[in-house]
């Protein structure tokens, strides 16, 4: 594919207002002609090579003996041959091996006075950002690999000739632009596509005026992120409004306009002259990260490589790791540096966020030698830091016991260590120290036991340490005082925070435990769920439950929290990609649970435990006689050997296996409640105590982003809250746990405020028809949603309801106390809604969005309406290809129906090719407009506007050629030429001196020859055609090898159109829009074509028109070329 024609919408809204404030923060605007030439012509590189070479000469010199050598010619081509023509392997590891490239430069031998030595090169100067260079360009052509074709994104941002930035801009009035724009990111990034451009772009941006978010390459879109500037707001409003608002210099003016057509810069010209404008989203998120000095600290300091991810900070994770850089760089008196605790709300990147603060450290030259400690209060989640470190390829040195610690300790060269905070118990004993003020120690989940007996024995240890304390929850109020053991608060992202910024989703708590608790509530319960099963099958499954003898009463009850478990999940989440965790009091309650559900075989579950201590319930030599748990992990080690590959082959399955054989359950005790991250793990099944922090760790394994996600629910069957009779009755609990309650706000929302909401939601729905009279008229509910605004107001209100209506028909309150004629009204009401979406998504062309409808929702239809109401919506079918266009049609319902199929379907391609030939288009978008106006107001009938679109139809894929003289039918950059000539030429008095007389559009030509003997091609065409007997050219069109001046100003139109296809063609190379000495060549010999048949033919052009109506031209022309 080539790109598509430019969207001067997107020009006007985006792209202009970028590049100017681009401009007035430092960078130096190339056109993209420049931008190729500095590529050496060659669209197949990304790097601009002239820039890039004469920036290495001046940032590179060599230092021997006080005396500076500059590197060689070679050197610097060698410096430059490695990035400009790096092989491309894959995204990820490419895009690696780059990143370290421009961060630590290329090692390069030269001999010096006789002397071969290595010396370190530098692509960019990243301590001083002003000794480097910042250009930007807009239209940037790559060329695909493997291929001649190219994309082009919209502007493209260089520092040193290295092409650091990408941004895709849209229009604003577009619906979901920013997601279009990612989109189109996400669809360069592909390996048949310019993935060798994105291997060395660092920061991508999809912009649309008022909305912007930022990613990295290979970013999945669900993780594009938003930016927000933190501390001194008025100050960076103020700033920024000024910068927005300073008029481009003269110079500056025109280069961005030098190469656009005149009427684009007509457009843009009006856009400056409009006067000052506001603030938007794609100016703060430009000057936030593209000043030269953040962009360079971004990209220096914060893109971390994460087994196979590459990511970038957000804006809490930069701003922490500054404040903290910030504070510890002040040394006190005693040679200390003053700590602090970072609280980042668990799932935004905590663990990322010490890895980040880590490189900070060792790269702050003010701090020498650091060492780094990591410290944690767990042997598995020690092993996950570690991990996490090495991924991002700053591997610590893992402490194999207290010993070990020591000794690692005392060893210059361990950077990083990673250590169970018990291991200083043996530190201390053997009395070991360092009093080093550049010992750092990061201190995770630091509300802990770190802040008991052995937050004191390592201060013994390191007296003179700087202590960091992370932490994902908030703070108890007891531990708040303690906090300043740590020098205070650094940064904290909030829950609210984070949820606002798609960081994390939102958690439902749903309380279940009164269901269980006697007996009235049990039996209530009971013939709730089986509703759908007959009287043989509910006494059946009423024995299984009542069975046990009283002694077992309690595995009475687990048996009915397992099947209302199974019950839930199979309905709910099964079939999806979604899966959940179940949190138990105890080992032999997550085994007994785990036989319950495989018995009732609906969910595919898997026990994750600690070793049980073999020392224990042992009642005899016998094997048969070994307790349950025990006999549960003896058949665990026998089929993975050891307990660390028994966790992980089933947390990789659990993650990321969808078979047979993975897990859609993952049964707990304790395990995987804290630091367990599994972004696809949705539910969260609670039949054990928990406390204080506990209970926040628990249930944020729930809250990670996942495509589909909309939040992560809580279904708790053992009260943690207690008893809970209004909402907010849950913030009360928690500070109750020990918590202030602003530090808990949003932390979760309780089930029942959610489906409260569920008849406004209802309501909104309807609101959308307020203008329609007959609610049940599908034909008038159809035409109503005919303008895009009304069904995007539609389909967002649906998709709310829908939403809400799972999450309450997921409810056991809502299924038991909701009469079943509201919960009939509210399905059949969406039954109806559903299927009038999928009827004007067809009748109006739209795009497939298959995002708008999560699994969950449309599992949640199936279940309650039947599969049999969703349409299988297919994207629509390309008018141009006959059979399957009209079969489409003709499956719609409804004469009208038909008809506005066909008018969203030309309305689009009209749109798409505008650009092409600008008279047909507009000209058919107006007959269809003015066709839909007569419908709507009943003066057209249904078949004369189906029969109107038909015709429109007909004429779009023709091309128009039914609308012109035979000469061009075959030609349609001609004919386009054709219908601008016409509209501008045939339109006014002023234009022309008079029209001679008509003729009929077929006469013809059976040959022509202007004076300047520009066309001779088109002689042999139509004298070939002049023996049909519809083309019969009177004698008289030529006299004497000139034009016969008696022809009509038509005909003219005709031989002057193909006269100017022709001149085109004749200087036509590659990347002619590029050069502006070609199109001066095309303009040149189009004027003297026009003035021969000016005079010849008395036509009268002001030479203003002319100069605009050749700009056009030239603009199909380019059009042409990319379409």
Not at 17 to 46: D, F, M
Not at 835 to 863: A, C, H, N, P, W
Not at 864 to 890: H, Q
Not at 982 to 989: I, T, Y
């Amino acid at each position: 594919m080539t790109p598509s024609p430019i969207d001067l919408r997107e020009v006007i809204s985006s792209q202009i207002p970028a590049l100017a404030l681009i401009q007035n923060i430092g960078y130096t605007y190339i056109t993209p002609a420049e931008a190729l030439a500095h590529r050496q012509g060659k669209r197949s590189k990304v790097v601009l090579e002239d820039i890039l070479t004469a920036q290495l000469h001046k940032l590179n010199q060599i230092d021997r003996s006080g005396k500076i050598h500059p590197f060689s010619d070679a050197n610097i081509q060698t410096a430059v041959a490695a990035i400009s023509q790096f092989p491309y392997d894959a995204l990820y590891t490419t895009s690696a091996q780059i990143y370290d490239l421009l961060v630590l430069g290329k090692s390069l031998e030269q001999t010096i006075d006789g002397d071969k030595k290595s010396h370190q090169l530098k692509y960019i100067d990243w301590e001083n950002p002003s000794n480097n260079s910042y250009h930007v360009t807009d239209e940037f052509e790559v060329e695909r690999l493997n291929s001649t074709q190219t994309r082009r994104p919209d502007i493209v941002v260089f520092v040193n000739g290295i092409p650091l930035v990408a941004i895709e801009c849209k229009r604003p009035d577009l619906p979901k632009a920013t997601e279009e724009a990612i989109s189109q990111h996400l669809r360069n990034q592909r390996t048949d596509e310019i993935p060798h451009f994105f291997c060395v772009t660092q920061i991508l941006m999809a912009i649309a005026q008022n909305s912007a978010q930022y990613a990295t390459t290979g970013t999945s879109k669900e993780f594009w992120a938003v930016w927000k500037e933190e501390g001194g707001l008025d100050k960076f409003e103020a700033e920024l409004y000024a910068l927005i608002n300073v008029d481009l210099s003269a110079t500056q003016s025109q280069k961005l306009l030098s190469w656009r057509q005149t009427w684009e810069q007509v457009k843009i010209r009006e856009l400056w002259a409009a006067g000052e404008r506001l603030v938007s989203a794609q100016d703060r998120l430009i000057y936030s990260l593209l000043a030269p000095q953040r962009l360079l600290a971004l990209i220096h300091g914060y893109i971390l490589f994460d087994a196979g991810d590459k990511k970038i900070a957000r804006y809490q994770q930069y701003f922490a790791v500054r404040a903290t850089i910030d504070r510890v760089k002040q040394v006190r008196g005693d040679k200390s540096r003053q700590g602090g605790v970072i609280w980042h709300t668990t799932g935004s990147g905590k663990s990322l966020t010490m890895v980040l603060l880590a490189k900070a450290l060792i790269r702050e030259p003010s701090i020498l030698n650091p060492k780094i400690i990591l410290v944690n209060d767990r042997v598995d989640l020690d092993d996950q830091l570690t991990i996490t470190f090495g991924n991002c390829k700053l591997p610590p040195t893992q402490a194999q016991s207290g010993k070990n610690l020591l000794e690692l300790l005392n060893l210059p060269k361990a950077e990083i260590i990673t250590t169970v905070i018990d291991k200083f118990d043996t530190v201390a004993r053997e009395k070991g120290e360092n009093p080093s003020p550049n010992i750092f120690v990061l201190v995770d989940e630091s509300h802990r036991s770190q802040y008991g007996q052995i937050h004191a024995k390592m201060r013994n240890v390191f007296p003179h340490a700087c202590y960091i304390g992370f932490t994902g929850t908030p703070l108890l109020k007891k531990d708040k005082s303690t906090a300043q053991k740590f020098g205070g608060f650094i940064h904290s992202y909030t829950m609210p925070k984070a949820v606002g910024d798609k960081a994390v989703v939102p958690i439902v708590y749903e309380g279940r435990e009164s269901e269980f608790k006697n007996t009235e509530a049990v039996d209530k319960w009971f013939d709730r769920i089986t509703s759908d099963l007959n009287s043989e099958q509910k006494a059946d499954l009423k024995r299984k439950f009542k069975s046990a003898e009283p002694l077992y009463e309690a595995d009475a009850r687990m048996r009915e929290v397992a099947y209302d478990l199974s019950q839930h999940f199979d309905k709910h989440f099964k079939g999806t990609k979604l899966k959940g965790q179940f949190a138990t009091s105890s080992k032999r309650a997550a085994i007994t649970y785990k036989k319950l559900l495989d018995d009732w075989g609906k969910v595919r579950s898997a026990v994750i435990i600690s070793p049980p201590d073999t020392r224990e319930d042992n009642d005899s030599v016998n094997e048969a006689d070994l307790s349950e748990v025990q006999r549960f992990w003896k058949d665990m080690m026998a089929i993975y050997g050891t307990p660390k590959n028994y966790q992980d082959r089933l947390i990789e399955k659990f993650k990321d296996g969808d078979g047979d054989d993975a897990p859609d359950l993952l049964i707990v005790v304790d395990k995987l409640l804290t630091g367990f991250d599994a972004p696809r793990n949705a539910i969260l099944y609670i039949d054990k105590r928990l406390k204080e922090h506990n209970i926040l760790q628990a249930i944020a394994r729930v809250n990670r982003v996942f495509e589909g996600k909309e939040y992560g629910l809580v279904i708790d069957y053992r009260g943690i809250f207690g008893e809970m009779n209004q909402a907010l009755e849950i913030y009360a609990a928690l500070e109750q746990e020990g918590f202030d309650r602003e530090d808990i706000e949003g932390a979760l929302v309780d089930v029942r405020v959610e489906i409260a909401k569920l008849p406004t939601l209802h309501a909104a729905v309807w609101d959308v028809f307020k203008g329609v009279t007959n609610l049940q008229d599908t034909e008038s509910l159809q035409q109503w949603l005919e303008p895009q605004d009304r069904r995007d107001e539609f389909y967002a209100a649906l998709r709310d309801f829908a939403k809400n209506l799972r999450l309450a028909l997921s409810n056991a309150p809502f299924q038991a106390d909701t009469p079943e004629t509201t919960k009939h009204r509210y399905l059949q009401d969406l039954k109806s809604w559903l299927k009038l979406r999928d009827l004007v998504k067809v009748r109006y062309g739209e795009k497939v969005d298959y995002s708008e409808y999560t699994d969950q929702i449309r599992r949640m239809v199936e279940k309650e309406i039947g599969a049999s109401e969703f349409m299988t919506i297919i994207e629509p079918v390309d008018i141009f290809d006959l059979d399957r266009s009209n079969a489409e049609i003709e499956s719609i319902v409804g004469t009208a129906a038909q008809a506005d199929a066909i008018a969203a379907r030309i309305k689009k391609v009209a749109i798409e090719r505008m650009e092409e030939d600008p008279v047909l288009y507009l000209r058919l978008s107006q007959l269809i407009q003015t066709a839909i106006d007569a419908h709507r107001a009943k003066r057209l009938g249904d078949i004369e506007y189906l029969q109107q679109m038909r015709s429109c139809l007909e004429t779009v894929r023709s091309g128009g050629a039914d609308t012109v003289p035979l000469p061009l039918q075959t030609r349609p950059q001609a004919r386009a030429f054709y219908n601008v000539l016409q509209a501008k030429l045939s339109s006014s008095p002023e234009s022309l001196e008079t029209e001679v007389s008509a003729r009929d559009a077929k006469s013809a030509y059976a040959d022509y020859n202007t004076a300047r003997s520009v066309v001779r091609e088109v002689k042999s065409t139509y004298t070939t055609q002049s023996a049909q007997a519809d083309f019969a050219a009177p004698a008289s069109i030529l006299i004497d090898g000139g034009i016969d001046s008696n022809i009509n100003h038509s005909d003219v139109f005709v031989l002057l159109s193909i006269g100017i296809e022709d001149i085109i063609t004749k200087h036509k190379v590659r990347d002619w829009q590029h050069h502006k000495d070609i199109q001066n060549r095309m303009m040149n010999e189009i004027d003297d074509l026009v003035h021969d048949l000016k005079k010849t033919h008395n036509l009268f052009i002001h030479w203003a028109d002319l100069d605009e109506l050749i700009a056009k031209i030239l603009k199909i022309a380019e059009n042409y070329e990319v379409s």
